[in-house]
Every structure is written in structure tokens, then in C-alpha cells.
Nanobody
Framework: EVQLVESGGGLVQPGGSLRLSCAAS????????MSWHRQAPGKERELVAG????????NYLDSVKGRFTISRDIAKNTVYLQMNSLKPEDTAVYYC?????????WGQGTQVTVSS
């Protein structure tokens, strides 16, 4: 059974940091490109950051460049999103995605709220 389990979300003040984790199981993790997406209330889901496989090249939403970093630990089958200098507009449910060709999987999401 394929599973993507996100964790690490929560409430943080503006300027603070969080690290999201996504633990994968049920598929060959190293074969899949991984990404983080987010969806705020009333808005469409958007790609925040991605890391390709093979190669490990990364890409970011313009508004998070320089603040967020995506990384993966293949030995742990886990992808991370380090989020620094958080802003209220980063508030959303964050989802992990695994993709390889026409195959794709989603996690259940973790809530990130940035508020004072």
C-alpha cells in the first residue's frame, strides 16, 4: 500500500520556521520526483517546491525562493521542506506529492498557520 505521511505542521509566528516531513512507503522512493504543494482556503492548490529524480534538481515557487528548501533522504524514504522567515500568506494545508510518469500519489496534508 502506497503511503505518504506528512508531519511537522503547526502554528508559528511571522518570521518563524518549521520543517515539514513526508515519509513515503509502498513504492521505490528513489525513482520518484517529490514535491510539496499547498492550498489556502478559497484558492487553488499550487506547487511550492520540487526535487527531481534522478538528478535531484530543485525548483521553487517565486514567493518562497530564498526562504524554503526542499531536500530528500533516500535512506529514510523521506522528503523535507524547511520553511524559514514564514509569512501569514504562507498559511495553507501543505501536501506531499510523489510522481513518476503517469503515476502520482498524494499525502493527506498538514496544516501550517502563520499568525501572531
Amino acid at each position: 500500500e502506497v503511503q505518504l505521511v506528512e508531519s511537522g505542521g503547526g502554528l508559528v509566528q511571522p518570521g518563524g520556521s518549521l520543517r515539514l516531513s513526508c515519509a513515503a512507503s509502498g513504492f521505490t522512493f528513489s525513482w520518484y520526483s517529490m514535491s510539496w504543494h499547498r492550498q489556502a482556503p478559497g484558492k487553488e492548490r499550487e506547487l511550492v517546491a520540487g526535487i527531481s529524480s534522478p538528478g535531484g534538481s530543485t525548483n521553487y515557487l517565486d514567493s518562497v525562493k530564498g526562504r524554503f528548501t526542499i531536500s530528500r533522504d533516500i535512506a529514510k524514504n523521506t522528503v523535507y521542506l524547511q520553511m524559514n522567515s514564514l509569512k501569514p500568506e504562507d498559511t495553507a494545508v501543505y501536501y506531499c506529492n510523489a510522481r513518476r510518469g503517469s503515476y502520482g500519489y498524494w499525502g493527506q496534508g498538514t496544516q501550517v498557520t502563520v499568525s501572531s
